[in-house]
């Protein structure tokens, strides 16, 4: 026997799935939901807790079968006035009752030969039904069934009771059960037949009686139209309705005769075999779904005819035809009724590459070695460029427009064999933009430091972005060969920023070199191949190609014109891609060398033409499988505008960082701090590093003397950091980037200010704070009063102004009076948002009627005041 699952149990038992998982992880089982399975043990120690409380639940229905008794007892006199009331209600009713009893005997037609208690079960589905997911029936057959219960239960209970007590003691209360839902069903049904064919067939088969409820139905429906409402009823048409009615319940009638058959079949076949027969082609070993599937599409799916789903659904008791959508509940319970499992297939958002992205990027089949894609970085003229060119041996220095690196480019070179891929950026920003748009696509990067100039601002700043990036970094002391070279100062400076050199006991990599003369440059090869071996990168070529823009720009020959770094797969020419917000098919494919190429493998940078439009750097591009799906993906991403939502994203702000923190996605909190002097640089820093809250900590990633600058903001937009200026102001670009990029900037003039927000906010305690300025006076000179409006005070504004969002002070004698908002603001007859000094007005007060003459009202309004 397999094992049991909850929502069987729970059929079982007559309790709802949830009772029973409540129930099982109050025992400690390891169940999730209804169609979680449970083990011999646990379900034996689930029945034992619910067999107590069956005894329970077995009172009310007994307290409802005395109720019966007692009412039919009371009503009989009554009984024909209140089968008369029935009958108003027949035709809806009748046919949901008997759907409702249908449903019962087939849901619960496995689990047991015997009639008795069949019947019993059925009883205690349509019990369940009604009390818990049944509602369908509820509302129209209330009222009916009491009624019923009053006219009929009464004697057949009785009766039928006795023979229970005769036969089987133990069943009472089941028998009571039934007696209960025999009731209903007769609530729509009529008496007379009822108590006749319920008491012949009840011992044999209760689908039968039900079938002689319909049957009974008709006539009593037929006997009302020209009974006591037939005079007010059209006559005519009650009886072309009752005809209607006949067929349909016929025509029930037999298919509730033919599924009754089915049923037995079904029944017996189950009973035997304990799975359902399986016809024809094999049913899949998994049902994979999707919610809102059809019986239709249901019967492709486990190769069955859809009127073989919709029976099934109806003997689970759910009425659907082979078009009606399904929810995940009832798809789920129908593929354990054919006895395999079910899995609801997510429904893939083919304009999220970003997801796609990380899912081929995160794939580990067919992992193979590859090149590391390596960053230059550095302060203005240490020679990054310089570098980058002798490792090319070609001779950009010379032709670039001021000796200024303008373009963001990618190369490869071949050392010992090996390949590695070098991205020559104009610098950290740039670097930190393509992180802030998603692209982490640098593994190591290269320091590079003139040893006659030394540690620079921006090779402070470009650690900091490295190490926010979370890069190993490799230390290239250039210059070497210049009289000036001092690399064991450059060294020594480093170590400040964690920059340690192996043979001083840390573990960075310091290279010697001189770029322009290509002094140890192999040896500078040597320790990427080294660093990336150590890091063991890897990716997987046989899968579709998957990486980042590089550069991208409009060729008028051309077109759309994108380098494009693999990270992930092999792009090959032909394949349909979605680029950002832009889609293609490539049309050709380039090395960095402008040599056409085929295939490309991961950590190769290409440049490619046939997008259809020009992407920006740092987007990430997909391939896909086929042109259909990557040109829906790029329309709906062109759509979606992926600026609008770089712009909606939710940066860390001091106001919502409690709120983020209290949400489990911050472990630290990432400051940038700029100061005027370095001392300050220093207190901040330490005082910001003691803050402690609820295990988040302040985490200082770059700090530096200055104003805050564009950089500074790249790298929080990046981090998600918040920036502190202490004594500095940000420059208007970068004000107005973190305006943009909606970076949280907080400007304090003393130290213990700027810890104190932090820590406040940490704690969730941030609250702005308000100052009240007072805008304007007026002086009251005349007083109307409105029935509706109340008192209209008129008078001039004597100083400043009055706005109509204005809070309002009377004052009376130098005393404030009340306080309050305005109501409402006038200029003759017309309301207005402002009156000046000098100028008349009326006004009123919100819920407030007693002003007076020569009052004066102070119009004031409070003030965010901007933190220190
Ligand atoms: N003596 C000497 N000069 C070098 C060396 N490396 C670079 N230079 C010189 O330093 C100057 C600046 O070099 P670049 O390579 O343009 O420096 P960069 O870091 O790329 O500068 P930007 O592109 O402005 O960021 C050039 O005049 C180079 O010739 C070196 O190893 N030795």
Redesign the pocket.
């Known amino acids: 026997m397999g094992k049991k699952r909850i929502y069987e149990l729970a059929k079982e038992l007559n309790v709802s799935s949830k009772t029973i998982i409540d129930k099982a992880q109050e025992k400690g089982f390891d169940v999730k939901n209804h169609m979680s399975t449970l083990g011999d043990n646990e379900e034996r120690q689930l029945r034992e807790s619910f067999s107590n409380k069956g005894s329970k639940t077995a009172k009310p229905a007994a307290k409802s079968a005395q109720a019966t008794q007692a009412a039919g007892q009371k009503s009989q006199s009554n009984s024909s006035s209140a089968t008369q009331r029935n009958r108003t209600h027949s035709n809806g009713s009748a046919q949901s009752s008997s759907q409702t009893n249908n449903r019962g005997q087939n849901g619960h037609r496995n689990q047991s030969s015997n009639n008795r208690s069949q019947s019993n079960n059925r009883v205690q589905s349509s019990e369940n039904r009604s009390q818990n997911s049944g509602n369908r029936n509820q509302g129209g057959n209330r009222s009916t069934q009491s009624n019923n219960r009053t006219q009929n239960g009464g004697n057949r209970t009785q009766s039928h009771n006795q023979a229970n007590h005769n036969q089987n003691n133990g069943n009472r209360s089941q028998n009571n059960n039934r007696s209960q839902s025999n009731n209903s069903n007769r609530s729509q049904s009529s008496n007379n037949n009822r108590s006749q064919s319920n008491n012949s067939n009840r011992s044999q088969n209760n689908n039968r009686t039900q079938n002689n409820s319909n049957r009974s139905q008709n006539s009593n429906r037929n006997h009302s139209g020209s009974g006591r409402f037939g005079g007010s009823l059209n006559n005519g048409g009650g009886n072309r309705n009752n005809n209607r009615n006949n067929r349909n319940n016929n025509r029930r009638r037999n298919n509730n005769r033919k599924y009754n058959k089915k049923n037995q079949r079904i029944k017996e076949t189950n009973q035997h075999k304990g799975a359902p027969e399986r016809k024809n082609k094999a049913l899949p070993e998994t049902l994979v779904y999707q919610v809102g599937m059809n019986a239709q599409d249901l019967g492709k799916l486990l190769h069955r005819e859809p009127a073989e789903i919709v029976k099934k659904l109806f003997m689970l008791g759910v009425m659907v035809n082979q078009n009606q959508s399904l929810d995940k509940d009832t798809i789920e319970i129908l593929a354990s009724e054919y006895g395999i499992d079910a899995k609801e297939k997510v429904e893939v958002d083919v304009s999220d590459i970003d997801k796609t992205f990380e899912e081929e990027v995160n794939n580990t089949e067919h992992l193979e070695t590859r090149p590391p894609v390596v960053t230059i970085m550095?302060?203005?003229?240490?020679?990054?460029?310089?570098?980058l060119?002798h490792l090319r041996h070609s001779h950009i220095?010379a032709g670039?427009a001021g000796?200024?690196?303008q373009a963001i480019g990618a190369y490869q070179v071949k050392h010992n064999g090996k390949t590695i891929t070098f991205l020559d950026t104009?610098?950290h920003a740039a670097f930190t933009e393509m992180r802030a748009r998603g692209a982490d696509i640098t593994d190591i990067t290269v320091l590079?430091v003139?040893a006659d100039d030394g540690v620079m601002p921006q090779t402070v700043e470009a650690i900091n972005h490295a190490k926010a990036a979370k890069t190993p970094i490799i230390v290239a002391v250039?210059?070497?060969?210049?009289p000036g070279a001092n690399p064991n100062h450059v060294m020594e400076q480093l170590t400040e920023y964690g920059l340690i050199p192996e043979d001083w006991g840390g573990d960075t990599i310091f290279v010697q070199?001189?770029?322009?003369?290509g002094?140890n440059i192999d040896e500078l090869l040597d320790m990427i191949l080294l660093q990336a071996e150590v890091m063991e990168l890897k990716a997987n070529p046989q899968q579709n190609a998957a990486g980042s823009v590089i550069e991208a720009k409009l060729d008028q020959g051309r077109g759309s014109v994108a380098t494009l770094l693999i990270q992930q797969g092999t792009m090959n020419v032909g394949d349909p891609v979605v680029v950002g917000n832009t889609f293609g098919r490539v049309r050709t494919m380039d090395n960095e060398n402008g040599k056409a190429i085929k295939h490309a493998k991961p950590s190769t940078p290409v440049e490619i033409t046939g997008l259809n439009d020009v992407p920006e750097a740092g987007d990430r591009f997909v391939v896909f499988d086929d042109e259909k799906t990557a040109r829906a993906a790029g329309e709906e991403r062109a759509k979606n505008a992926l600026m609008e939502e770089r712009r909606n994203k939710n940066t860390v702000t001091l106001d919502n960082l409690f709120d983020t923190m209290k949400e489990g996605e911050m472990k630290e909190v990432d400051v940038i701090i700029k100061a005027d002097v370095q001392g300050s640089v220093e207190a901040l820093a330490n005082s910001l590093n003691k803050i402690e809250v609820e295990g988040v900590r302040v985490n200082i990633i770059h700090t530096a003397v200055g104003a805050i600058n564009e950089s500074d903001v790249t790298l929080a937009e990046a981090s998600n950091a918040i920036i502190i200026g202490f004594n500095v102001r940000p420059t208007p670009q970068a004000k107005s980037q973190a305006d943009q990029d909606n970076v949280d900037i907080r400007l304090h003039r003393v130290i213990y200010n700027a810890i104190d927000e932090i820590e406040h906010a940490m704690k969730g305690k941030l609250e702005p704070t308000y100052e009240e300025e007072v805008i304007g006076e007026v002086e009251v000179r005349e007083i109307f009063k409105a029935s509706k409006v109340g008192t209209i005070a008129g008078g001039m504004v004597t100083d400043g102004h009055v706005s109509s969002d204005s809070d309002v002070r009377l004052i009376r004698d130098s005393v404030v009076v009340y306080e309050g908002k305005l109501g409402s603001l006038k200029r003759f007859k017309d309301d207005v948002t402002d009156v000046k000094q000098g100028h008349e007005l009326g006004l009123t007060i919100e819920n407030y009627n007693d002003i007076k003459v020569g009052d004066v009202i102070e119009a004031y309004v409070m003030k965010e005041v901007p933190i220190e």
């Open positions: 550095g302060h203005v003229d240490h020679g990054k460029t310089t570098l060119d220095t670039e000796g200024i690196t104009p610098g590079v003139a250039n210059k070497i060969d210049k070199i001189s770029a322009k003369f002094k």
